[in-house]
Nanobody, 128 residues
Framework: QIQLVESGGGLVQAGGSLRLSCVASGRTSTSVAMGWFRRAPGKEREFVSGISWSGGSRTHYADSVKGRFTISGDKAAKTSYLQMNALKPEDTAVYYC????????????????????WGRGTQVTVSS
């Protein structure tokens, strides 16, 4: 069993920044992937960003956050960070961290069904 804990959410004005953190505990392979998803009120969960350390390090972003958000992490520490800059009111959502314990090289980081474990989420609110 793997547990994920997110932190770093909060209230920020439009144009501001926040940095989310996610720490995973439990046994995984060395080929893990971690992702960030979000769910806004009244909307379905959507992919935000992902990072994989399977077959080399790579990242992936949703078009809506490219150029504004940056994902990073530490494979050994099973930690992921999401630096969010130039925040917009439409970024308001609960942000969830997820992990793939045994990630295949080339997996689709945006597919929520591929993730094995999820955190409880952290609220991000961007005021206009």
């Amino acid at each position: 069993q793997i547990q994920l804990v997110e932190s770093g959410g909060g209230l920020v004005q439009a144009g501001g920044s926040l940095r989310l953190s996610c720490v995973a505990s439990g046994r995984t392979s060395t080929s893990v992937a971690m992702g960030w998803f979000r769910r806004a009120p009244g909307k379905e969960r959507e992919f935000v960003s992902g990072i994989s350390w399977s077959g080399g390090s790579r990242t992936h972003y949703a078009d809506s956050v490219k150029g504004r958000f940056t994902i990073s992490g530490d494979k050994a520490a099973k930690t992921s960070y999401l630096q969010m800059n130039a925040l917009k009111p439409e970024d308001t959502a609960v942000y969830y961290c997820a992990i793939v314990a045994y990630a295949a090289a080339g997996m689709d980081l945006s597919d929520a069904l591929d993730y094995d474990f999820w955190g409880r989420g952290t609220q991000v609110t961007v005021s206009s």
